[in-house]
């Protein structure tokens, strides 16, 4: 697509957002590394991101920076991009007293114009940073400022600007506006509409393609259906492999076999649950579990298929490639995703995986599976972790335990969905905490598992906010489940945000 809104990738975790943001507001964005400034061709306007390293430490993530200001087109530096520039144009940048991470004010500079028009003088903001601009170049006007006089915006010319906060998280209230400001400067704004987009990916998918075999992983979640539905729409030769790994929730593979007989698209099952569970017994570390359930994933696919098998298929979302950042990104690794493992990665590497929806965020597939004429059964699903209720059960993975799990987990479900709730969560599940704690059943001494319930909003699982679910139900959800699940006799509601704590425990 032409102009391009390019995104360059410091390593922010929340770098992905300034993307959604912008395709919220209806315009086409894309993210690039520092090294690929010069790939964007001809952007509409540049967006800096933040990012974990400081711009004082050696070999600190750099910039063209003259050929930034040959774009022509306008600039704007969050947190790290801010401090960033600010060096650039021949200030300074110092070590802050205090790393300043949570919400703060920000104080709008009077008579200063800015990307800030139509906010009101004082607005609520989100920071994340621990350096500060210390020095000012000549010419540089300061746009706001933090209840205590900081300086946490700057213009530096027309083009130009810099703002210390996160304009793409929720909890900056007008993170929106602020960005509609900053585009309005740019000209020939590209337009985004997912309908549209459509054609792109399956333009893409043919292409890359290319009259080859390819075998797609299914599992009747959101990514992997909208996958199989585009493949399909793109006229792909594709046999569609389900695997039943053992972790799945309960009654889940008849489940996915009817979705997809609904939707017309052969699968093919495999089950292969003793081999994943077998290979799990004593594995304690969640990434070495992760790890283990990726290789042998694609190892059931290729021994299902045969080897004249020339590509695989996957349903990788970038909240995924963003969490597994690996040593050669800039961005810090969260989690290892079960997609993006050694062996899938070798495979890249040889040209053998396509990942057609891996710029597109969970409420974007969704609409696409709309556009694709899936039904909201599937379409509106909660999403569903790749490596199943493994990253549910902290610890080692025992038969035995995913069988509280999935006990537990459909109570809870079925409960959400019966007092209208299903839909108002973004995802609820049941996890297994590993320790046992002391209570009493039947007048006796029980020594059982601990349980954790969690639903949370979100809109791309890059941030998330506990739901406040109402007393009478959780009290309804913990009786069902200590009365009805053998091994439990404990049940507590996670109430942790993202971050700092992961959607899922592991």
């Known amino acids: 697509m032409d102009h391009p809104i390019a995104v360059i ?14 395709r919220e507001l209806g315009y086409f964005s894309r993210l690039y590394q520092p090294s690929e400034l010069r790939e964007t061709g001809s952007p509409a306007a540049v967006i800096l991101s933040g990012g974990p390293r400081s711009t004082l430490e ?17 600039v704007l530096g969050v947190c790290y991009g801010m401090q960033l520039l ?9 070590p ?4 300043e991470y949570g919400p703060a004010t920000l104080m709008i500079e009077a008579g200063v114009d800015s990307i800030f028009n139509g906010l009101k003088g004082h607005s609520q903001i989100w920071m994340s940073h621990s350096d500060t601009v210390s020095v000012l170049p000549g010419g540089c006007q300061i746009t706001g400022r933090n209840l205590d006089g900081i300086p946490v915006a700057l213009k530096w010319n027309d083009l130009f600007y810099g703002i210390q906060f996160h304009p793409e998280v929720s909890h900056t209230k007008e993170g929106s506006e602020i960005l509609k400001n900053f585009l309005s400067l740019a000209k020939d ?13 399956i333009e893409r998918v043919q292409t890359e393609v290319a009259g080859r075999k390819v075998v797609c992983g299914v599992s009747g979640g959101v990514d992997s259906s909208v996958l199989a539905a585009l493949l399909h729409e793109a006229g792909v030769d594709t046999r569609n492999i ?10 889940e593979a008849a489940e996915v076999q009817a979705i997809f007989e609904e939707v017309g698209i052969a699968i093919e099952t495999v089950d292969a649950s003793e081999r994943f569970l077998s290979a799990l017994a004593g594995v304690t570390d969640p990434e070495e579990k992760r790890r283990i359930i990726g290789r042998i994933f694609v190892e059931v696919f290729f021994d299902a298929v045969g080897s004249d098998v020339e590509l695989l298929a996957q349903g990788t979302l970038y909240p995924d490639v963003i ?14 995703h079960h997609n993006r493992v050694d062996q899938i990665m070798q495979l890249k590497k040889e040209g053998r995986v396509i990942e057609p929806l891996d710029n597109l965020f969970k409420d974007e597939v969704r609409e696409l599976g709309r556009v694709l004429g899936l039904p909201e059964r599937v379409v509106g699903r909660h999403p569903f972790p790749g490596p199943g209720l493994a990253v549910r059960c902290p610890g080692e993975v025992t038969p035995e335990k995913i069988e509280i799990i999935q006990k537990a987990d459909k109570i809870y479900i079925d409960l959400l969905r019966e007092r209208h709730w299903y839909d108002s969560v973004w995802q609820a599940y049941a996890a297994l905490i590993p320790t046992k704690t002391v209570g009493v059943k039947g007048d006796e001494r029980s020594y059982e598992y601990a349980l954790s319930i969690r639903a949370v909003t979100s809109e791309d699982a890059m941030t998330a906010e506990w739901v406040h679910l109402p007393y009478e139900l959780l009290g309804e959800i913990s009786n069902r489940i200590l009365n009805e699940v053998p091994g439990v006799n404990r049940v507590l509601y996670d109430i942790s945000t993202k971050p700092p704590a992961s959607i899922e425990w592991e």
Do not use: C, H, M, W
């Not at 990738?9 to 912008?22: A, K, M, N, P």
């Not at 704004?189 to 549209?196: H, T």
């Not at 969490?323 to 961005?331: L, P, Q, R, V």
């Open 242 to 251: 389900f695997v039943d790994t053992g972790l799945l929730r309960l009654n």
């Open 86 to 94: 600010n060096r650039k144009f021949g200030g300074e940048v110092a």
């Open 323 to 336: 969490e597994s950042a690996t040593s050669g990104s800039i961005a810090s690794t969260i989690k290892t």
């Open 96 to 99: 802050g007293n205090t790393r």
């Open 9 to 22: 990738d410091f390593g922010s975790q929340y770098t992905q957002l300034i993307v959604r943001r912008i």
């Open 58 to 74: 050696p070999g600190a993530p750099e910039i063209d920076f003259d050929y930034l200001v040959e774009l022509g087109v306008p």
């Open 189 to 201: 704004l590209p337009p985004f509409k997912i309908a549209s987009f459509k054609d792109e990916l």
